[in-house]
């Protein structure tokens, strides 16, 4: 059997656990068909989102951590498309290698689809492309593709809703997430990331827990409470990110000091002699996602976010002034 076909062979009933009744193809397809008609909404907008793992994809091939590869790539995207209040509804991935393992594709296909099943979204198809001469011998890269729905009055577009006054509640990352690895690996050698000095266990370890998925937090959220804006954090860190939702005529407060800063980012720093503008415009430094409201919510929103298992913080607030991001 071609390796090829030994893949699609493992994958398929992967793929075929996370569908529902709008999948109306299989692998077979030349493309992926999903329905729409049983979704009751009246002005339905499409919400799409492509996104890839980028260097940490470097780490998790020398230790051979091939499901995180899939469960970041999906947060990834998912994480994007839910800042503008959308449900995922399915998921394609693009998979390229210099020489295909079914084993190792199986492994990053089941981390995407143990995350698709965690937001009810369907992983109904993909690619998988094997290039040598382009990429080494066992070096893969991946990219997702996300589409979600939301009804258009319910769309969240902070340049729009944020107002003078509004705070910035921060929900915790799990770690590095999937941004900073360009400047981790120049930190740190091969002896650093087997060290078990770091919380009892390698560093690599800790390097490549998956970026968190925050659908089921915010879904619930939504259904409840007016958010006015939501920022995932990603590379450039919280300046960039939450830059990028302001309006024109707010400036955002950001109090660092406020900020339960995870135990990694001071390792990274002081292994690195990094500064702090360095950490802060690299790395998440441990928010990953931003929630912004009415200070007048602030109360029920903490209440129902730790009814949900969250640790919640105020971290900022809006002020009048030119669009920009201050830390202080």
């Excluded at 729409?36 to 980028?54: A, C, F, R």
């Excluded at 990834?76 to 393992?101: E, I, S």
């Excluded at 929630?291 to 209440?303: A, N």
Aim: with cysteine; glycine share 8%; hydrophobic share 40%.
């Amino acid at each position: 059997m071609k390796e090829s076909n030994r893949t699609i062979y493992k994958i398929s009933p992967i793929l075929e656990k996370t569908y529902n009744n709008n999948v109306l193809s299989t692998l077979d397809n030349f493309a992926a068909l999903y329905k729409m008609s049983s979704y009751e909404y009246k002005e339905p907008i499409l919400v799409s989102g492509v996104d890839g793992v980028g260097t940490k994809l470097r780490l998790a091939i020398n230790y051979q951590k091939y499901d995180v590869i899939g469960e970041d790539c999906f947060a990834m995207c998912a994480n994007d498309v839910l800042c503008h209040g959308a449900q995922p509804l399915f998921f394609l991935d693009y998979l390229a290698c210099g020489k295909l393992d079914s084993n190792i594709a199986e492994k990053i296909i089941q981390g995407i689809a143990t995350s698709c099943k965690k937001t009810n979204t369907c992983l109904i198809g993909g690619e998988i492309a094997e290039m040598p001469g382009i990429y080494k011998k066992k070096d893969y890269d991946i990219a997702g593709f996300c589409v979600g729905i939301v009804e258009k009055k319910k769309i969240i577009d902070g340049k729009k809703k944020i107002q003078e006054g509004d705070i910035l509640i921060g929900l915790p990352s799990s770690g590095v997430h999937s941004n900073g690895f360009s400047l981790i690996r120049k930190i740190f050698d091969t002896e650093d990331l087997l060290m078990k000095k770091f919380q009892k266990k390698p560093f690599y370890e800790t390097l490549l827990i998956p970026t968190r998925i925050y659908y089921s937090t915010i879904h619930l959220l939504l259904k409840e409470f007016l958010i006015h804006g939501l920022v995932h954090v990603t590379g450039g860190g919280i300046s960039d990110n939450l830059f990028r939702v302001l309006p024109e005529n707010l400036l955002a407060i950001v109090e660092k000091r406020k900020i339960p800063i995870l135990p990694i980012f001071n390792h990274i720093q002081e292994k690195g002699f990094l500064s702090d503008q360095e950490m802060w415009n690299t790395f998440n430094m441990g928010v990953g996602m931003i929630i912004i409201v009415s200070i007048k919510d602030k109360g029920p929103i903490f209440h129902k976010l730790r009814f949900l298992g969250e640790k919640p913080f105020v971290f900022g607030n809006m002020v009048k002034g030119d669009k920009r991001v201050f830390l202080k």
